[in-house]
């Protein structure tokens, strides 16, 4: 138990006035009961601090958070905090992230920053921080990101030469002269929103900023909270606005239009509640929006799941987030733990989690929408005059995506994490248009769901019983029925006609042993021509995945190396014309 940093947070609990009351007790064990804490290995110091959207008012006291000598991550974001940047942080010399956003922080920056030589990552923004931006900035050599959007410095920009910075947001302070060379390679959105001269010198590749429609609403007095143009207070505003639908709803369906126009003026209210709740946002949201916009947004239920209602929020010009309202979440401590692992993740396979929101009675998680909606949508759903058949190299670069997505998640949290409801409508496509897989460990928090109501029934693998405890191996089983679901182009579950409900890794199995595997195909994809090898080798794959015993399950490692040898084994071998479709049955399915 590392008692003296347990004295020096239990000084701070004291001298704070904080409204959601932290569970931070002299008689617990700091290191694995208080919320927000992080300990190093033996438990011996504390490492990491979160008190995201804790409520906390009014100044830090001085001498309290600053004797946590070896902490590294010090967030305290989406509070209230106000009063002077604490100088006495100066004592946390092995500090790598600090942020300090959506506060009210004012008067100057430190004017030395060089104390913190392994600071990564700075996030003031969102405060009442005046004066200049300090030279010293420009000793942390580590620096990557470092963001001081919406507070209201002042002078001119310091030559900062640090390369390693990648992410830098200068916006809606009140800086004057020019960007200084050194960061001229930042294109010029990250210094919009100030009085910089006309001649900053921004390279032709840079276009001018268009003047900010959204100018006026910027200001605090508006919304009482400085969102500005930041890119994070978009997520904010969006899961406000839900917020408030969502309310609307629990009293009977989505408002209509009149109802959203008198209902607007109580937005602003119900904003500055719930950002004195737990509102907590990941950094590298890229959605870009104008407040009207955001305030134009309408609701819509895109479906009820397992583990709740999921929404659509929609802009204007067609951005759009969504919003997951998740029922019977039992411990609020594990669930912000659990959003605060996957809200770190970063990885082109996996949807990357944008905020969340978390209350005694309430949880929502906030994730980018997609367009294409998921590939059980594509595989299944028939739009319009019928349904759009999802060719072959969609079908594998899908497979190849949630196959990459699912080995990243099973290395996480000390090769801990498991996904538990892989299923075709929990993955979309990225950009690149390969699987990028959503909805991570929620399985684990909810209560047990029994196995008869699962919609994952047909992916669920046959040893799991109680739905929390899915393991790698029960992962690598239901990837392998998504591959199925690929290949054969049916639904996990599916009827053949009469009553009988049929799975259908078993109905694979038992097609494949009749040696009708031509049959197994999606009759869409057997118009391809010279993909027979392909399919062929994605279906040994797929039926490898769903044997019966866990441990005779492939590792997802050894998955992913497979699948992509399936594109690139027949680029090396180019397929014949006459592709053997047999397969050899050695591994009986369930
Ligand atoms: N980010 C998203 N973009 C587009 N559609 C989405 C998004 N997230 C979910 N959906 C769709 O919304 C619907 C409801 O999703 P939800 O996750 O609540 O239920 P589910 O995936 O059917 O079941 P489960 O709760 O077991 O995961 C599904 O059709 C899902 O594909």
Redesign the pocket.
């Known amino acids: 138990e590392p008692v003296e940093d347990k004295q020096a947070l239990l000084d701070f609990l004291h001298n704070i006035h904080q409204s959601n009351s932290l569970n931070w007790k002299q008689s617990s064990s700091v290191c694995r009961e208080w919320t927000g804490v992080t300990c190093n290995g033996d438990q011996s110091r504390v490492i990491a601090l979160r008190l995201q959207g804790e409520g906390i008012q009014g100044p830090i006291p001085p001498n309290t958070l600053s004797r946590l000598s070896a902490v590294q991550i010090l967030s305290l974001r989406s509070n209230g905090i106000s009063g002077s940047f604490p100088s006495d942080f100066s004592k946390l010399g092995n500090l790598i992230d600090l942020h300090l956003q959506f506060n009210n922080f004012s008067g100057p920056l430190p004017s030395d920053f060089s104390e913190w030589k392994n600071l990564s990552i700075i996030d003031l923004s969102n405060n009442g921080f005046n004066g200049s931006i300090p030279n010293s900035f420009s000793n942390l050599t580590h620096l990557t990101s470092l963001n001081l959007a919406n507070n209201l410095l002042s002078g001119f920009i310091p030559n900062i030469e640090i390369p390693s910075l990648q992410s830098l947001n200068l916006t809606n302070n009140n800086l004057t002269g020019s960007v200084p060379r050194s960061l001229l390679r930042f294109p010029s959105r990250v210094f919009s929103g100030n009085n910089l001269s006309s001649e900053t010198a921004l390279p032709p590749a840079f276009p001018p900023e268009p003047p900010r429609k959204n100018k006026k609403l910027s200001e605090p007095a508006i919304l009482g909270i400085v969102l500005g143009g930041c890119v994070l207070g978009f997520a904010v505003i969006a899961l406000l606005m839900v917020c408030c639908y969502l309310k609307k709803d629990r009293r009977g369906g989505l408002p209509t239009k009149s109802q959203k126009r008198e209902g607007s003026s109580k937005k602003n209210t119900l904003k500055s509640q719930e950002k004195s709740n737990r509102f907590v946002f990941f950094e590298g949201c890229s959605l870009a929006f104008d407040l009207e916009d955001l305030l134009r947004a309408s609701a819509e239920v895109?479906?009820?799941?397992?583990?709740?209602?999921?929404y659509?929020a929609a802009f204007d010009d067609a951005t759009a987030v969504?919003v997951?309202r998740l029922k019977e979440v039992p411990v609020v401590k594990e669930f912000e733990q659990h959003m605060e692992v996957i809200g770190s993740i970063r990885h082109p396979n996996i949807?990357a989690l944008r905020a969340y929101y978390c209350s005694k009675d309430e949880k929502l998680t906030i994730?980018?929408?997609?367009e294409q909606?998921?590939v059980?949508?594509m595989l299944h759903d028939t739009i319009g005059e019928g349904r759009i058949p999802l060719d072959w190299e969609t079908r594998l670069r899908i497979a190849i995506g949630a196959a990459r997505g699912i080995a990243h998640i099973h290395t996480q949290n000390g090769g801990k994490l498991v996904h538990g409801?892989i299923?075709a409508?929990?993955i979309?496509l990225n950009s690149e248009g390969y699987g990028c897989i959503?909805?991570i460990g929620l399985a684990a928090l909810m209560s047990p769901v029994p196995p008869s109501v699962m919609?994952?029934a047909g992916y669920r693998a046959p040893e799991i019983t109680d739905s929390r405890k899915a393991t790698h191996a029960s992962d690598v089983y239901s990837y392998g029925v998504l591959l199925l679901e690929l290949l054969t182009g049916k639904s996990p579950i599916h009827s053949t006609g009469g009553d009988e409900v049929v799975h259908l890794a078993r109905w694979v199995h038992s097609v494949v042993r009749e040696e009708w595997t031509a049959e197994v195909f999606d009759v869409d994809l057997l118009r391809y021509p010279n993909i027979e090898e392909e399919i062929v080798e994605m279906l040994k794959i797929g039926m490898s995945c769903v044997v019966r015993m866990p441990e005779q399950r492939p590792k997802m490692t050894d998955v992913v190396r497979m699948v992509e040898d399936v594109r690139r084994g027949s680029t090396e071998n180019p397929p014949s014309s006459e592709t053997n479709l047999e397969i050899s049955v050695s591994n009986p399915t369930p």
């Open positions: 895109l479906g009820k799941g397992t583990f709740g209602t999921t659509k969504v997951k949807c994730i980018d929408y997609y909606r998921s059980s949508a409801n299923k409508s929990n979309f959503s909805d919609r994952a």
